[in-house]
């Protein structure tokens, strides 16, 4: 089915700065209202082929020729067709940041969440954060190593950008591609983390495609990125992160399409509790759900190696004792 896409309302609406910075576009420098770089097109290595210039929202690389509007990035960036471009800035844009409509949603809220539901994924990044500091001391002190760091590409960040000065922690989808970066502060900062406008994390698991390569039946669910580091670090890499205590429809159909068993090991607090009964729950109706019983007060990133076996050991214990008396 044909959508009707009005372009010149999707090009008054973003602006390309909010593109740039969506993608997450790394090293621009600012002159007045120009911004100079890389090309993230051609992804060349010269540092001022690219030129952008927010007052008129125009582009022009130097080496690869590309120009022109948001809509010809885009269409750049993705190597798609202006149309589909202009689906896509309609679907990444279409809510503004204050979480009012923004006024390129020509058809209403419907068709955003027409065009959202049929795409349901966030484009991989075209390219990876350079110099990223896997032994910064921040690591240390959450418990993560070297080797841990440096295998999930994550580390301080000092280069420009959106992520300067952050933990970065990349975030691959299924195929292991990287569709964003959290970037977590690594003093009192806030925000905590940071992720680029227009990122879903609803449409993605932290971790699932090395969890998905272990060809194992089993997954252990848990909240946040470090939770999830700390127990891959435990010995089990079959981990995945919710990246908060929801479970959106399209984790649960990841989680139940490749897994038949979910270990469950959310926060030991009140918000952890809850979400785990009806997580644990709506999971039931479609795998076996054990319970792992982190601590009161708690969270699996603060628990030890051995600490967290034993706490996986005793679901399962726990699972195997209900089967033998439903026998
Ligand atoms: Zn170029």
């Not at 350079?130 to 280069?159: K, N, W």
Request: proline share 5%.
């Amino acid at each position: 089915m044909d959508e009707w896409v009005d372009f010149r309302a999707v090009k008054e609406a973003v602006s390309l700065e909010a593109v740039l910075r969506y993608y997450q576009v790394p090293g621009l420098r600012r002159h007045r209202s120009q911004l100079e770089g890389c090309c993230p097109i051609h992804r060349g290595q010269r540092d001022d082929s690219f030129r952008a210039s927010l007052s008129k929202n125009v582009f022009h690389c130097f080496a690869c020729q590309a120009h022109g509007n948001v809509l010809d990035f885009v269409a750049a960036m993705e190597r798609c067709s202006i149309r589909e471009a202009a689906c896509r800035l309609q679907q990444w844009f279409g809510v503004g940041a204050s979480g009012r409509p923004a006024p390129l949603v020509l058809g209403g809220m419907e068709k955003v969440e027409l065009v959202r539901e049929k795409e349901g994924c966030n484009p991989p990044l075209h390219f990876a954060l350079r110099g990223v500091d896997h032994s910064h001391p921040y690591l240390q002190q959450r418990g993560i190593d070297r080797v841990t760091a440096a295998e999930f590409g994550m580390g301080f960040y000092s280069g420009p950008g959106l992520m300067s000065g952050r933990i970065v922690i990349p975030i691959r989808n299924t195929r292991g591609e990287i569709v964003a970066y959290a970037g977590r502060a690594p003093d009192g900062r806030l925000p905590k983390y940071k992720l680029p406008a227009g990122f879903r994390k609803a449409w993605e698991l932290f971790n699932i495609h090395r969890a998905a390569a272990t060809s194992g039946r089993t997954v252990i669910v848990v909240e946040g990125y470090f939770d999830c580091l700390r127990v891959h670090q435990a010995g089990f890499p079959h981990v995945v992160a919710l990246m908060g205590s929801a479970l959106s429809a399209d984790q649960e159909r990841v989680l139940t399409g490749r897994f038949n068993r979910v270990v469950l090991m959310l926060d030991g607090d009140a918000a952890g509790r809850a979400a785990s009964q009806v997580i644990g729950a709506r999971l039931s109706e479609k795998c076996s759900v054990v319970r792992a019983h982190v601590p009161e007060g708690m969270q699996p990133d603060q628990l030890s190696p051995a600490a967290i076996q034993e706490l996986i050991l005793q679901a399962t214990r726990a699972e195997l004792r209900l089967f033998e008396t439903t026998l």
